[in-house]
T-cell receptor, first 115, second 114 residues
Framework: EPEVTQTPSHQVTQMGQEVILRCVPI?????FYWYRQILGQKVEFLVS????????KSEIFDDQFSVERPDGSNFTLKIRSTKLEDSAMYFC?????????????FGPGTRLTVT | AQSVTQLDSHVSVSEGTPVLLRCNYS??????LFWYVQHPNKGLQLLLK??????LVKGINGFEAEFKKSETSFHLTKPSAHMSDAAEYFC????????????FGTGTRLLVSP
């Protein structure tokens, strides 16, 4: 069964450094998402991406964050200058389309630790 | 605003006994509701979804959930727990904003003992 993959599974970085989290969505999917979960808190929506554009972003997704689909298979989340509060599990998801009958398929997550 | 409340952070059951994971939602209009499960080191997997069709929804692995509008609840049940059911379960509400925006509950960790 096709699945969403994410790399790395765990990333440790120092405050102020740039990180890039990588995701490979399911190949025929057109909508892509990033969510994050700070330890002990809810999974929160960050951003949705369609047709090479951000379709919506949350208030968390400030100028330090960016997303890109650099080729036909990868979908990346970049954090330009990491802060301690960026430490979280980051989930990538993809869906074939946008309607309510289309499931979002999630990757296993990347645990980001900022020291 | 859309939100969900999962009433229990942890639920412990014995193998073979029933499972009940509770979820209440808040929505300004008819919601779509989901239960996702996350096993260790795995992605979030859709267990079942309610999208205004039948109020009793059957999902994978013997789980089902009943949408009760009068109680604003969407509790997840299974008649007989299996060791492999031990995982984190998330109740989720969604609303359409050109795409399906998911709003997650805080999660319930299900522990199953032999």
């Amino acid at each position: 069964e096709p699945e969403v993959t994410q790399t790395p599974s765990h990333q440790v970085t120092q405050m102020g450094q740039e990180v890039i989290l990588r995701c490979v969505p399911i190949s025929n999917h057109l909508y892509f998402y990033w969510y994050r979960q700070i330890l002990g808190q809810k999974v929160e929506f960050l951003v949705s991406f369609y047709n090479n554009e951000i379709s919506e972003k949350s208030e968390i997704f400030d100028d330090q964050f960016s997303v890109e689909r650099p080729d036909g298979s990868n979908f990346t989340l970049k954090i330009r200058s990491t802060k301690l509060e960026d430490s979280a599990m980051y989930f990538c998801a993809s869906s074939e389309s946008a309607g309510e009958s289309y499931e979002q398929y999630f990757g296993p997550g990347t645990r980001l630790t900022v020291t | 605003a859309q939100s969900v409340t999962q009433l229990d952070s942890h639920v412990s059951v014995s193998e073979g006994t029933p499972v009940l994971l509770r979820c209440n939602y808040s929505s300004s209009y008819s919601p779509s509701l989901f239960w996702y499960v996350q096993h260790p080191n795995k992605g979030l997997q859709l267990l079942l979804k309610y999208t205004s069709a039948a109020t009793l929804v059957k999902g994978i692995n013997g789980f089902e959930a009943e949408f009760k509008k009068s109680e604003t609840s969407f509790h997840l049940t299974k008649p007989s727990a299996h060791m492999s059911d031990a995982a984190e379960y998330f109740c989720v509400v969604s609303f359409l904003r050109g795409f399906q925006k998911l709003v997650f509950g805080t999660g319930t960790r299900l522990l199953v003992s032999p």
